[in-house]
């Protein structure tokens, strides 16, 4: 566990460094957030595929498979919601996993209310009880106190995030809250938590792909205790196997990302290139001003060349004349220019994702 440890923080940092550009990183976003949701809901027998999810997000329709659509559509959804809220500096609340089930399960923001009878998990094949959950007059009190130890970690910074994360995410599935969409909320939690405390990644991963492309090790993983009853044993049983596996994918998926990160930092460096080539090097020294305070004044771009303000007069003069620069105010006495709109987006385009 250790070892898979140094590496998530080892790639967190590797990428965090990395520049990429506002369209590639959207598009990565994108394409995670799709993957996301893809893979969360294939864990709960959702038969859309990764294209049909893109496409059911977008509003199209699969006649006979109604309960794909909405079952996508609501986690897309939600993921958006946890995208929000992580950018938020306020504590994780009930109120907050409430309203990830409303939007998970049942398409709505209104916070949904905890299970008010018992619940147990079956084997679908041969009917015999996998899981038997506390009573719903514990659920509650198990769920403040979670919340509470969560919030608690964040702020002390005492454990290792994703350590946070993991034990979250087991809790969430032992506790059992609701009746269905234990998983999907689960889930959307350690999002969150990974989210605010710095592990994001700018949302450019997805570990759900870990837990779906081997179904039987995620729930193997979940299933610690020697009973299938919480007060038997389950509640105080053993996680570490269970961290073990999620820190294990955790680590793999983000050095997934990191692969994916340096092709696209790559990428974006060739697409700026034949832009810069085209810059004198007077204009690539004030490229730099420009990208630090957006516009600058004859003065200030003579005292960053060099050159004399009577000198810069004319230079500017030609660089308008070839849509480098443009006037930013003409009314004003003292005459300032920002950069034309080509080389605008090209400082745009290179500012690190941090």
């Given at each position: 566990?250790?070892?898979?440890?140094?590496?998530?923080?080892?790639?967190?940092?590797?990428?965090?460094?990395?520049?990429?550009?506002?369209?590639?990183?959207?598009?990565?976003?994108?394409?995670?957030?799709?993957?996301?949701?893809?893979?969360?809901?294939?864990?709960?027998?959702?038969?859309?595929?990764?294209?049909?999810?893109?496409?059911?997000?977008?509003?199209?329709?699969?006649?006979?498979?109604?309960?794909?659509?909405?079952?996508?559509?609501?986690?897309?959804?939600?993921?958006?919601?946890?995208?929000?809220?992580?950018?938020?500096?306020?504590p994780i609340t009930e109120q907050?996993?409430?309203?990830?089930?409303?939007?998970?399960?049942?398409?709505?923001?209104?916070?949904?209310?905890?299970?008010?009878?018992?619940?147990?998990?079956?084997?679908?094949?041969?009917?015999?009880?996998?899981?038997?959950?506390?009573?719903?007059?514990?659920?509650?009190?198990?769920?403040?106190?979670?919340?509470?130890?969560?919030?608690?970690?964040?702020?002390?910074?005492?454990?290792?995030?994703?350590?946070?994360?993991?034990?979250?995410?087991?809790?969430?599935?032992?506790?059992?809250?609701?009746?269905?969409?234990?998983?999907?909320?689960?889930?959307?939690?350690?999002?969150?938590?990974?989210?605010?405390?710095?592990?994001?990644?700018?949302?450019?991963?997805?570990?759900?792909?870990?837990?779906?492309?081997?179904l039987s090790a995620y729930y193997?993983?979940?299933?610690?205790?020697?009973?299938?009853?919480?007060?038997?044993?389950?509640?105080?049983?053993?996680?570490?196997?269970?961290?073990?596996?999620?820190?294990?994918?955790?680590?793999?998926?983000?050095?997934?990302?990191?692969?994916?990160?340096?092709?696209?930092?790559?990428?974006?460096?060739?697409?700026?290139?034949?832009?810069?080539?085209?810059?004198?090097?007077?204009?690539?020294?004030?490229?730099?001003?420009?990208?630090?305070?957006?516009?600058?004044?004859?003065?200030?771009?003579?005292?960053?060349?060099?050159?004399?303000?009577?000198?810069?007069?004319?230079?500017?003069?030609?660089?308008?004349?070839?849509?480098?620069?443009?006037?930013?105010?003409?009314?004003?006495?003292?005459?300032?220019?920002?950069?034309?709109?080509?080389?605008?987006?090209?400082?745009?385009?290179?500012?690190?994702?941090?």
């Amino acid at each position: 566990m250790s070892k898979d440890l140094m590496e998530i923080e080892a790639v967190r940092q590797s990428v965090l460094d990395l520049p990429i550009d506002v369209e590639m990183l959207r598009s990565l976003r994108q394409t995670a957030k799709l993957l996301t949701t893809h893979f969360s809901t294939q864990i709960e027998g959702n038969r859309l595929s990764p294209a049909e999810v893109a496409r059911a997000v977008k509003g199209a329709r699969f006649p006979g498979r109604e309960r794909d659509e909405r079952e996508v559509r609501n986690y897309y959804i939600a993921l958006q919601e946890v995208e929000q809220l992580s950018e938020i500096n306020q504590p994780i609340t009930e109120q907050t996993v409430m309203k990830i089930h409303g939007l998970s399960f049942h398409g709505k923001a209104t916070p949904t209310p905890y299970r008010d009878g018992q619940n147990v998990i079956r084997d679908g094949s041969t009917g015999g009880i996998v899981y038997m959950p506390p009573e719903a007059s514990d659920v509650p009190g198990l769920m403040s106190d979670l919340i509470a130890w969560i919030n608690g970690c964040l702020q002390a910074n005492e454990l290792p995030s994703p350590i946070v994360a993991g034990l979250a995410h087991y809790q969430i599935a032992t506790i059992h809250p609701y009746f269905d969409g234990n998983g999907r909320t689960a889930r959307l939690l350690t999002t969150l938590i990974l989210h605010k405390s710095g592990y994001g990644l700018k949302g450019i991963y997805s570990l759900e792909e870990h837990y779906a492309r081997n179904l039987s090790a995620y729930y193997e993983a979940l299933a610690v205790g020697g009973s299938h009853n919480y007060y038997m044993g389950r509640a105080e049983a053993d996680v570490t196997s269970f961290l073990s596996y999620f820190c294990h994918g955790m680590a793999a998926a983000f050095s997934a990302v990191r692969n994916q990160a340096l092709g696209a930092a790559s990428r974006g460096a060739k697409d700026r290139s034949s832009i810069l080539r085209r810059l004198d090097p007077r204009q690539r020294r004030v490229l730099e001003l420009f990208k630090d305070q957006g516009t600058a004044t004859t003065v200030e771009i003579a005292n960053r060349l060099g050159l004399s303000p009577r000198t810069v007069v004319a230079l500017c003069r030609e660089w308008v004349k070839g849509e480098f620069l443009e006037m930013h105010d003409p009314s004003r006495k003292n005459r300032a220019y920002r950069l034309g709109k080509n080389y605008e987006e090209v400082i745009e385009r290179i500012k690190f994702f941090r």
